[in-house]
């Protein structure tokens, strides 16, 4: 059987209190927090500056969701902010599997989330399934 795992997110804290909103769901396997860009998707959330200033009061794995073009580009930062996993859209990135590799290359774990309508057929060859299971 696998394990679930809870990832509340913090889209849903009070920004205002955004500290006591993250200690009282630091049970929680771990925090999900989407950085969104204002181009790959309408909304604009945080990004790197929140994620460096909230690593320094939680020990929470912290499981960063790019909703953001261009991600290659920011993978790093991301990464040195604190993120412990690091989510990324496939129709953000033009060479799935290098970016992936890239993630771990800095000793984090990758994910890939699928924008509804993008057609599995075109996803699955252009990225070796074994990439996102093998653990950094």
């Known amino acids: 059987m696998k394990d679930i ?3 509340p997110s913090i889209l849903a804290a009070d920004f ?7 200690k ?9 927090i989407d950085v969104m860009d204002g181009h790959y998707v309408n909304n604009i959330s945080f990004g790197i500056p929140v994620i460096q200033s909230i690593r320094k009061y939680t020990d ?7 909703m953001i ?6 993978v790093k ?4 902010a604190g993120s412990d996993n690091i ?3 496939v129709e953000c990135s033009e060479d799935p599997d290098a970016l992936i590799d890239q993630i771990k ?26 990439a996102l299971s093998a653990k950094p």
């Open 24 to 32: 009282a769901v630091e049970n929680a396997d771990y925090l999900h």
């Open 69 to 74: 073009t261009n991600p290659e580009h920011y």
């Open 87 to 89: 989510t990324f859209h």
């Open 16 to 22: 205002g209190y955004l500290m006591r909103d993250i």
């Open 105 to 130: 290359a800095l000793g984090k774990s990758a994910g890939i989330s699928v924008h509804p309508d993008t057609p599995m057929d075109i996803l699955i060859p252009q990225m070796s399934v074994s």
């Open 60 to 66: 929470m794995k912290f499981f960063t969701h790019l």
């Open 5 to 7: 795992g809870i990832a």
């Open 77 to 80: 930062a991301f990464a040195d």
